[in-house]
């Protein structure tokens, strides 16, 4: 919005001509996140409060503490990433490119899904909310639409090619079978980082650290010449997702600051849902879907650890692990619950210099 109104006087005022560069829009979208979460946060902590009374409802399966120390904190937190990181890129993005507008829908309608599945969690005092199968069919409708919305964005003649990290000119054209994929790849993303969300502040900063690996490859990807001397496949438009990518950092890192240990508040399915589908979203259009994987590395495994540990007392009727998801298992085990949600932030530090090193290592 920034760049539609300045721009055009940039010949009197050649210092707007900053408003032409992603990297001044990036940082300026960083920044406006991150000051409107501050301003939001106290403010919205303290309506969830009011409107929620008893908070979140805590699973009576789950760790014994957290019947303690976690009662009472209100949920629905992630309004705020949300809203944050949508003004931020309406004030800082260029509203012309297709991707911003399917990112921004995207993230809401996942938002969206996740509040209604809060609602009914806290009306009805219970943790369950959403049956798997209403949930599951929301989450999949609004994959199928994203999909069907990026093919029509893409000019790309890559738009159904999915690409190998650490491979050169290695490609698979799905055709048909890109819409099942993108499904795939957000309603994985979605429920690997809602499942991950347990622990105060362990969800939100690996997202954070995939956010700025993808800020990293939205760039490359979106840059001609980056993208040719990488060897990595150029898709035009995609460097606005940088903007986009830095909003949520700005975001996130404003959530952050109330959700370290102990939270003031949770970021709920409204955050976590919200999130994956973002991160899902713009792996599909910069065509690094597998890297993502990597990169949300731990991500995976939190959503791994819950199907073997569902599968294998299915078959067996006995447990892999002591409690799912896995980083519940280690608080079984004695662990304090931020050595957890650090050693995690450790982890999903390293596989993103994993994930980064395909950018160059081919």
């Known amino acids: 919005m920034v760049l539609y109104f300045l721009f055009p006087y940039a010949q009197t005022w050649g210092v707007l001509n900053l408003f032409r560069y992603i990297s001044f829009r990036t ?72 991707y911003v507008w399917l990112t921004l829908l995207v993230t809401l309608g996942f938002g969206g899904l996740g509040a209604l599945d809060d609602y009914l969690k806290l009306r009805f005092q219970n943790s369950k909310g959403l049956s798997a199968r209403t949930k599951s069919f929301g989450q999949i409708t609004i994959s199928c639409l994203a999909g069907l919305g990026y093919l029509a964005c893409t000019s790309s003649d890559i738009g159904t090619v999915l690409t190998f990290p650490f491979l050169k000119n290695v490609t698979y054209d799905l055709g048909w079978l890109f819409i099942p994929w993108g499904v795939l790849v957000l309603v994985g993303a979605s429920n690997a980082v809602n499942l991950t969300d347990g622990l105060d502040g362990l969800a939100i900063g690996p997202s954070l650290i995939t956010a700025g690996s993808f800020l990293i490859i939205s760039y490359l990807v979106g840059h001609q010449i980056f993208a040719e001397y990488l060897h990595i496949h150029f898709t035009q438009g995609s460097g606005e997702l940088t903007v986009v990518c830095g909003a949520f950092i700005g975001a996130g890192l404003g959530f952050l600051w ?105």
């Open 258 to 362: 109330f959700n370290a240990p102990p939270a003031q508040v949770f970021m709920g399915d409204t955050g976590s849902l919200a999130v994956g589908g973002l991160l899902g979203m713009i792996s599909i259009i910069t065509k690094h879907e597998i890297v993502l994987a990597i990169i949300g590395g731990l991500f995976v495994v939190e959503a791994v650890s819950v199907i073997l540990q569902v599968g294998y007392f299915k078959l067996t009727r006995k447990r892999i692990f002591l409690m799912a998801p896995i980083h519940h298992h280690f608080e079984k085990k004695g662990w304090a619950e931020a050595t957890i949600v650090i050693r995690f932030w450790i982890i999903s530090f390293i596989l993103a210099l994993v994930g980064l090193s395909s950018l160059k290592i081919r």
């Open 27 to 98: 940082g300026g979208a960083i920044l406006t996140a991150l000051i409107l979460s501050f301003y939001m946060g106290p403010r919205t902590i303290r309506y969830l409060r009011k409107l929620q009374k008893k908070g979140q409802p805590i699973r009576e399966d789950g760790p014994e503490g957290h019947l303690l120390t976690k009662l009472g904190t209100p949920t629905m937190g992630g309004v705020m990433i949300i809203v944050a990181l949508g003004l931020s890129v309406l004030i800082w993005g260029d509203l012309t490119q297709g």
